[in-house]
């Protein structure tokens, strides 16, 4: 089946700079990669995703980045603030039948002020 | 805005006890999902049910069941529960079999003693 590696288990910015997560997966057959933030003490929370047939997608500071060559696809943070303070999980889907995501072990993210 | 409702948020039983967990969704969606969260974060999909019918059912002991009334609602039952049954249970929906965003409840925390 389907694994998804998630190369920082934490990441420690300042405040205003940016960070990126690293995410590799190992069936080709993925077509969608989700990614989801969780708060302490709080519950999964959807922030982006990028499906196979683009390979950048921007939602305000957050770029996705999805290179299916390498099978490697990566979360950028761009000024970076306290409330980006998080684990941050990305996820693989290669099933259109069921939604089934395999998700990477997560990174923590702290931004310092 | 919570629109996953998940009951109960804690449960505390001793080993070998049934217990049952419930959810709901309110935002009309006809897929909803079962993870188990671990300790260190870790999530996993158990179950997952598109209108009613079982789609997803990873390897999971068989003390373990889901059961959906309709597509609004979603319950996982422990039969007998072991203490590495100890974790946060975590409740999902998404709009079709997708894959789509998926939404996130607040998740039942069970501890097993």
């Known amino acids: 089946g389907e694994k998804v590696e998630q190369h920082e288990s934490t990441l420690s910015v300042r405040e205003g700079d940016s960070a990126v997560i690293n995410c590799t997966y190992t069936d080709t057959a993925s077509s969608y990669f989700p990614w989801y933030k969780q708060e302490a003490g709080k519950s999964l929370h959807f922030v982006i995703d990028?499906?196979?047939?683009?390979d950048r997608k921007q939602s305000q500071r957050l770029i996705v980045l999805l290179d299916k060559k390498a099978k490697r696809f990566s979360l950028h943070i761009t000024a970076t603030q306290p409330e980006d303070s998080a684990i941050y999980f990305c996820?693989?889907?290669?099933?259109?039948?069921?939604?089934?995501?395999?998700f990477g072990d997560g990174t923590v993210l702290t931004v310092k002020p | 805005e919570t629109a996953v409702f998940q009951t109960p948020n804690y449960h505390v039983t001793q080993v070998g006890n049934e217990v049952s967990f419930n959810c709901k969704q309110t935002?009309?969606?006809?897929?909803m999902y079962w993870y188990k969260q671990d300790s260190k974060k870790l999530l996993k999909i158990m179950f997952s049910?598109?209108?009613?019918?079982?789609?997803v059912n990873e390897t999971v002991p068989r003390r373990f069941s889901p059961q959906s009334s309709d597509k609004a609602h979603l319950n996982l039952r422990i039969k007998s529960v072991e203490p590495e049954d100890s974790a946060v249970y975590l409740c999902a929906s998404s709009y079709g079999t997708g894959p789509y965003e998926q939404y996130f409840g607040p998740g039942t925390r069970l501890t097993v003693l």
């Open positions: 996820a693989a889907s290669m099933d259109t039948n069921t939604g089934k995501l395999t």
């Open positions: 990028i499906r196979s047939n683009v």
């Open positions: 935002l009309g969606h006809d897929t």
């Open positions: 049910y598109n209108n009613k019918q079982l789609i």
